[in-house]
């Protein structure tokens, strides 16, 4: 699923393979991701469907459900990743003088979780769960100076561990999902090389097929026709825009 604008105004998506299908209305202004949380079966994302208020809903299959369970403040990235080993959803956005912040929801309220350490404050870094370690891993991204950064970062659900790859992609805007056929964690770099991690380090896949470098906004497992699906915004030295799947080792360009 995507929420995305089309005729001006935010509207729902819905991926079947081939192309891409209008639902009904997106909930207001997205300022997440959409996670989904297995423990309830639905999808969530935190979006503003009034100006200034910001409040996670709930896809319930037919229509989005404001839950009034108002975000804690949002920083320029607001990741929603759901955490299997402590079942719980998290929120991990941006907090000047924290660094990237991790927020549990717990009956229906953000509990920040404090640490010592933390990555600095960046947008457009690649975040997702890894269930084979048990982590949440962070790459990349740029930081308040537009510079793009290349650290990795590991959340066991209690603290953060800055991690000393032997390799890694060239740093900046990324995107991160994971494959659970292939049991590996893949990343799309924003110069279009593809990456998965190992627990220890970064290793450079070569898959088949072209995939032109873009601004990629989101990228997700299709459990339905066993594929990652990877969606790109135009990009400004291309105006190419599109959305690519990798299906084993080969990427296609779906539509």
């Known amino acids: 699923m995507l929420v995305a604008p089309a005729r001006a105004q935010w509207v729902t998506w819905k991926w079947d393979g081939a192309a891409w299908l209008s639902l009904v209305p997106g909930p207001g202004q997205p300022l997440s991701n959409l996670a989904f949380d297995p423990t309830l079966g639905e999808t969530l994302v935190i979006a503003a469907a009034t100006a200034g208020v910001a409040t996670l809903f709930e896809w319930d299959g037919a229509a989005w459900i404001d839950t009034n369970v108002l975000a804690p403040a949002l920083g320029h990235q607001s990741t929603l990743v759901f955490d299997e080993a402590e079942s719980a959803l ?18 229906g309220e953000w509990i920040k979780d404090s640490t010592a350490l933390s990555p600095q404050l960046r947008d457009a870094a690649a975040v997702a769960y890894d269930p084979l370690r048990q982590v949440i891993l962070l790459y990349g991204g740029r930081n308040g100076a537009a510079r793009p950064l290349a ?35 893949v990343l799309l770099a924003a110069d279009a090389s593809t990456w998965t991690w190992d627990g220890s380090t970064w290793a450079r896949l070569t898959p088949a097929g072209a995939l032109v470098p873009g601004l990629v906004t989101s990228m997700a497992y299709d459990a339905a026709h066993d594929a990652l699906v990877v969606v790109a915004a135009p990009a400004p030295s291309t105006g190419v825009s599109g959305t690519w799947t990798l299906a084993g080792n080969r990427w296609r360009r779906a539509c």
Request: charged share 20%.
């Open 90 to 107: 998290l929120l991990i956005t941006g907090e000047p003088g924290s660094g990237m912040t991790v927020w549990r929801l717990d009956a």
């Open 151 to 185: 650290d990795t970062w590991a959340w066991d659900g209690r603290v953060w561990a800055r991690q000393s790859p032997r390799a890694g992609p060239p740093g900046g805007p990324a995107t991160l999902a994971y494959d659970p056929v292939r049991s590996m964690a």
